[in-house]
């Protein structure tokens, strides 16, 4: 145990051992806190998609990657009529509302998209809207109007009618300068537009509610995909998700094997010779064609794919290369004087085998942890990843499939990719760095 500690101590010596173990405890904090912040069925539902982003922009870049080059894009602004005051006016057997939802409008660039979701409250007759644009300059453009029976979205961004009258889509046509100088390259007219809600109501009763939502261009750290979702939730998830691969992965091939090699060292006969038969009839066997088969034609699932990978990491090379570290331990006295007071063969296995070729099964064990990682991801880029979980692959495997690269939506790939590297880089210096601690042979290095 001493020398453990010990050793555990000479990781200060290394720079890259405390910065490696840094970037460890980075990927750990952040998966504890994922964990706590998103429940684990909160998270699938969210990946799922749905009604849960209709607020967020599609395709928005992370806001950081637009001030870090003096832009100045728009982010989503969400009015609320339960923010404005509404002007009512009675009449025998209704109301008229006037709901204004204004909002100061000051970037350069046009906004995304434009769409208001209206809910109808208390009332069984369909009352009749009509959707009025109130631009800064005291224009005003009618933009439609009907009758509404039950929650509705308006996407006005998607009115050809409307696109046809102003000549170009609605959220450049409505917030246009008419005094910009080039037709086909128009400015933004800044100040506050608002849409004004003329709503007339069939009874005392009931009432409307609305949200205007000016889409962004722009939008959180990670930015959004192309069903609107925040990868953020996927860039978080696709941490724990990672590190419990990659760490289940690693200790089911390298402690399995180092047990199963001493075992066959152990007894010798008929069961050293079975190992070493199934270990050189599973090197010849191709880990990733056989996973992608598994895919393919059975599931998907990353849990059992991480039950393939282990049933095929156990076998594998490391099995001989412990083995011969292990003869001529079974050969030391302290083993003789084992046998000579009684101890059993599990307690010579374990306790008195196992522990002497440690030093260098956890050197190993750490660099294994991101080839698993690596692995999952690759998988998912391939198509067979989880179909339920966010992953860091999944999210480029949808990047893939959506040409991000070719549209120009580098943060979709870099994302991922720089927490990919984030982790080999940080297991692979820790990795180094024990190595020389623990193997006499590297400490002069």
């Known amino acids: 145990m001493r020398r453990w500690l010990e050793g555990l101590k000479q990781l200060r010596r290394y720079p890259s051992a405390v910065l490696g173990m840094l970037l460890i405890l980075f990927l750990v904090g952040l998966s504890v806190y994922t964990v706590v912040a998103i429940p684990y069925s909160q998270a699938l539902d969210l990946w799922r998609g749905g009604d849960h982003w209709r607020m967020h922009p599609v395709n928005a870049s992370p806001v950081w990657a637009d001030r870090l080059r003096g832009g100045d894009l728009p ?3 969400i009015i609320s009529s339960d923010e404005v005051t509404a002007r009512v006016q009675e009449f025998p057997g209704g109301r008229r509302l006037q709901i204004p939802l204004g909002f100061d409008y000051q970037s350069s660039a046009f906004p995304s998209e434009l769409n208001l979701f209206l809910r109808v409250h208390d009332t069984e007759r369909p009352p009749f809207v009509r959707f009025i644009w109130q631009a800064p300059d005291g224009s005003e453009q009618v933009i439609g109007g009907r009758r509404v029976a039950r929650d509705e979205r308006v996407s006005i961004s998607q009115d050809w009618g409307l696109e046809r009258r102003l000549g170009h889509v609605p959220h450049v046509g409505l917030m246009m300068d008419p005094g910009s100088g080039n037709p086909s390259q128009p400015e933004v007219l800044t100040g506050i ?3 004004l809600l003329d709503v007339v109501m069939f009874d005392e009763a009931g009432s409307v509610s609305a949200d205007l939502v000016v889409y962004g261009r722009v939008h959180g750290i990670a930015g959004t995909d192309h069903q609107r979702r925040d990868l953020m939730v996927a860039l978080m998830w696709g941490t724990p998700v990672a590190l419990a691969f990659g760490l289940i992965a690693a200790v089911g091939t390298t402690v399995t094997t180092l047990v199963i090699a001493a075992m066959g060292v152990w007894f010798r006969g008929w069961v050293d010779a079975t190992i070493q038969r199934l270990t050189e009839v599973n090197m010849i066997l191709p880990m990733l064609p056989i996973l992608v088969m598994v895919g393919t ?4 699932s990353i849990w059992l794919m991480l039950g393939v990978v282990v049933a095929l990491g156990i076998f594998s090379a490391g099995i001989k290369m412990y083995r011969a570290m292990l003869l001529p331990i079974r050969e030391a ?15 010579i296995i374990l306790r008195y085998m196992v522990p002497r070729v440690l030093p260098v099964l956890i050197p190993t064990f750490v660099t294994l942890i991101p080839t698993f990682v690596f692995l999952e991801a690759s ?5 067979l990843g989880d179909p339920v979980l966010p992953t860091w692959g999944k999210v480029l495997n949808d990047a893939q499939e959506q040409s991000a690269l070719y549209n120009g939506f580098y943060y979709w790939v870099v994302s991922p990719a720089a927490l990919l590297m984030l982790t080999g880089l940080g297991f692979a210096m820790l990795g180094f760095a024990l190595d020389r601690v623990f193997n006499p042979r590297l400490r002069s290095l």
Do not use: C, F, N, W
Not at 297 to 300: F, G, N, P, Q
Not at 333 to 347: N, Q, S, W
């Open 75 to 77: 982010e989503t602004q």
């Open 297 to 300: 034609l059975y599931s998907t």
């Open 333 to 347: 006295p302290y083993i003789e004087a084992a046998k000579a007071y009684g101890a059993g063969d599990a307690r």
């Open 379 to 383: 998988l998912a880029v391939l198509g």
């Open 193 to 195: 537009h608002t849409m």
